[in-house]
């Protein structure tokens, strides 16, 4: 997206655990450290800021149609 943004390091963990779509919610239960509206306000930052892609949204789908080879053929 070719956006720099700074953010605390919790946001890593955060982004990890995204890797398939997955509710909020589900991320709070697993964020005890956090209040669930910390976690929700995080989340819709982090969309905001391109960084996550919401299900379903014509982001979305444009990064659906990504491809990224798992491996380079040699």
């Known amino acids: 997206t070719r956006v720099a ?3 605390d390091p919790i946001t ?3 982004l990890s655990s995204f890797d ?7 991320l709070a239960r697993e964020l005890t450290e956090f209040s669930r509206a910390s976690v929700t306000r995080a989340v819709r930052e982090l969309v905001e800021h ?3 892609v ?3 949204s014509p982001a979305a789908r ?3 149609q990504q491809v990224v080879p798992d491996r380079v053929n040699r």
């Open 5 to 7: 943004v700074s953010a």
């Open 12 to 14: 890593v963990q955060i």
């Open 20 to 26: 398939d779509w997955r509710p909020r919610a589900s």
């Open 50 to 52: 391109t960084l996550l």
């Open 54 to 56: 919401q299900e379903g």
């Open 62 to 64: 444009v990064d659906e």
